[in-house]
């Protein structure tokens, strides 16, 4: 990505002059910073005294051998040139389980946290904070206390459309990591593709996993296409895999199963899913597709819970996410037996049915003690359906649900948090990485605040935090990826942490630096 660095592009090369004096080249910048005097001088003599924090000992470890080449040893007593990580659970009133204090002093440093996580993030700090050239590598004395803004901080590869494989996954887990963002949303199945493996439904995966040819081209209206097969899936072997790789990072991986929508793959697989009952191929077209879930059949419902047992097996996250979003309801009306369906159970349009059925997952999920987390729509479809009185607003989404905000009015926010439910925000206007940098810069990325202007303050609590969004229909591979997640990744990761009186998009393209480097070495597409 030698392009990418030419910050020029990203509008950041004038901003520099306007530094705020506590400011400090981390990603995201910390919550307090007090810069000290002299140096700690990083050499093979420097000992990491951890405790009983192993685990994060060779974490740091390793992150020195790679950012200096040396191999620092773990030492149980040692004072000077040293590194000392230490957990103090009485922190975390005032810190919470992610925060952390960090002192460099010319003499030794100190990570001392609440919790692992803590520990693991200060590391993360200390890493941006080495200074090398080669021969000697160290780092100005500072002192940082540091937590998040936010609980949820995530980014969301959209693996239907392309799969990437668990190599690709993992360098993105490396780098959210590095950013302190915790929350990795995978979204694993949708129209074009059925990524994960359903024990119970081979199909899934034998069929729903490939199609013979995918468009391409950027315009979901044209017509031209690359003739070459497609396909992969992650066993849950591999899927297993990655969820221990993410913990080990302190991030939790939120599956994403859509339904009742963008589901023609798992149609594809089994037809009598679908509410057309109509044999279909798995979509080589990117845009909405028709198919829709039969939600009106208690097979098709037994379907989903045992897809979701499965789901729930696997992956240790509370949140299981369910989609929801852009549901064409074509189908629903023009079926016999979903309208017979409807009237029976009193339903009066097809986004209360939607509700109806997304509120019959939520209870399944509840009765599994998970929460389920949606796309707005989930919510009582968009607000300008409900004005068009196309959905009665009768059904009221079961509480605890998780509404992610992506489009609409910034209303739907106000009613979702007045209704009680938490907000995930991810405007699309903002945090869409498929976007262009022409559309969301990295400016605009980096002013992107999940809280909305004018939000009453007693309900700035129910914003949990926020995601951003790598949707994959025109991203191919990695490389095509890697253009649109990087440099925006680091913006979003600061949205989600930093306090808004300590951002400052001059102090974050400096800070950008450290990231430039980085990024060239592991993702030169040239
Ligand atoms: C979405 O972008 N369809 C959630």
Not at 449 to 464: E, F, N, S
């Amino acid at each position: 990505m030698k392009q990418l660095f030419a910050f020029g592009v990203y509008g950041c090369m004038l901003l520099i002059i306007s530094i705020p004096l506590h400011a400090i080249n981390i990603i995201p910048q910390p919550a307090e910073v007090k810069t000290g005097t002299g140096v700690f001088q990083l050499t093979s003599a420097t000992v990491i005294n951890a405790g009983n924090n192993i685990v994060e000992a060779r974490q740091l470890q390793q992150a020195i051998q790679e950012a200096s080449g040396l191999n620092i040893q773990l030492k149980t007593s040692s004072k000077n040139n040293s590194i000392r990580l230490i957990v103090d659970e009485k922190l975390k009133k005032e810190l919470g389980e992610e925060g952390y204090l960090l002192k460099v002093n010319p003499d030794n440093i100190s990570i001392t946290a609440p919790a692992s996580t803590g520990i693991f993030y200060g590391i993360q700090s200390l890493r941006q904070l080495i200074h090398g050239n080669g021969n000697t590598y160290t780092l100005n004395a500072v002192s940082i206390k540091d937590k998040p803004r936010f609980s949820w901080r995530a980014f969301m590869l959209d693996e239907g459309r392309y799969f990437k494989g668990s190599t690709v996954v993992k360098r993105l887990l490396d780098e959210m990591a590095l950013l302190k963002m915790n929350t990795f949303h995978w979204h694993l199945t949708d129209d074009q593709g059925w990524r994960i493996e359903i024990l119970k439904y081979p199909q899934l995966t034998a069929i729903g996993s490939h199609r013979d040819s995918t468009q391409i081209g950027g315009d979901a209206d044209g017509n031209t296409y690359d003739s070459k097969p497609h396909g992969g899936f992650y066993t849950q072997a591999a899927i297993k895999e990655i969820i221990n790789y993410a913990a080990e990072r302190h991030i939790t991986v939120i599956p994403e199963i859509e339904m009742p929508g963008h589901s023609a793959a798992a149609i594809a697989s089994y037809p009598w899913l679908g509410t057309s009952q109509k044999k279909i191929r798995v979509p080589c077209k990117f845009g909405i597709q028709y198919d829709v879930y039969n939600v009106a059949d208690p097979k098709v419902i037994a379907f989903l819970h045992d897809v979701l047992e499965e789901v729930i097996n696997l992956f240790p996250s509370k949140v299981i996410h369910i989609g929801g979003d852009e549901v064409k309801f074509d189908q629903w009306k023009a079926d016999a037996g979903v309208q017979a369906y409807m009237k029976e159970h009193h339903i009066v349009s097809p986004g209360d049915l939607q509700i109806a059925f997304t509120n019959g997952i939520s209870n399944f999920l509840a009765g599994k003690y998970r929460r389920m987390a949606g796309w707005n729509e989930i919510m009582n479809s968009m607000l300008e359906d409900v004005d068009a009185g196309k959905v009665s607003n009768r059904e009221k989404l079961a509480p605890g649900t998780i509404i992610q905000f992506w489009t609409g009015d910034l209303k739907i926010i106000d009613q979702a948090v007045s209704r009680g439910y938490d907000v995930v925000n991810s405007f699309s206007e903002f945090t869409y990485l498929d976007y262009s940098y022409k559309d969301i810069s990295l400016e605009k990325a980096y002013g992107f605040d999940p809280i909305p202007k004018g939000l009453d303050p007693k309900y700035h609590a129910k914003i949990l935090g926020t995601g951003c969004q790598m949707w994959g229909e025109w991203i191919p591979d990695e490389a095509s990826m890697n253009k649109q997640v990087y440099p925006r990744l680091a913006a979003y990761a600061e949205d989600g942490w930093t306090l808004v009186a300590n951002k400052n998009f001059g102090n974050f393209c400096k800070a950008l630096e450290y990231f430039s480097a980085r990024w060239n070495v592991k993702w030169d597409v040239n």
